[in-house]
């Protein structure tokens, strides 16, 4: 019943910007934890950001820090992906993923249970 809604996705010019949004619905617990992941045509499933809500702190991997914002709104329970600067090579279908913990820190690319169906980014001209 536990549910994860992503959106945003699109088609983008390099160079571009897009917002990607998590909105997860049916539970009640305030400690868990937002990666996003993506995977891209013959590639792996890469983890690329995640965010804790009971510590607040953010994780990158290093080929999207600078370029990738997480970012998290409590009241609606919805976590966004602010991506700027995209680049042909971020083209993939990216997922959100939750999972509850009571760690301060979250890490990139660990497990996670809960998942999203994911949504389509293309950066091509």
């Known amino acids: 019943q536990l549910q994860l809604v992503e959106s945003g996705g699109g088609l983008v010019q390099p160079g571009g910007s897009l917002r990607l949004s998590c909105t997860a619905s049916?539970?009640?617990?305030?400690?868990?934890?937002i990666g996003w992941f993506r995977q891209a045509p013959g590639k792996e499933r890469e983890g690329v950001s995640c965010?804790?809500?009971?510590?607040?702190?953010?994780n990158y991997a290093d080929s999207v820090k600078g370029r990738f914002t997480i970012s998290r709104d409590n009241a609606k329970n919805t976590v966004y992906l602010q991506i700027d600067s995209l680049k042909p090579e971020d083209t993939a279908i990216y997922y959100c993923?939750?999972?509850?913990?009571?760690?301060?820190?979250?890490?990139?690319?660990?497990?996670?249970?809960?998942w999203g169906q994911g949504t389509q980014v293309t950066v091509s001209s």
């Open positions: 993923a939750m999972k509850f913990t009571g760690l301060t820190r979250c890490v990139v690319g660990e497990e996670y249970h809960y």
């Open positions: 049916g539970f009640t617990s305030d400690y868990y934890a």
């Open positions: 965010i804790s809500k009971h510590g607040g702190s953010t």
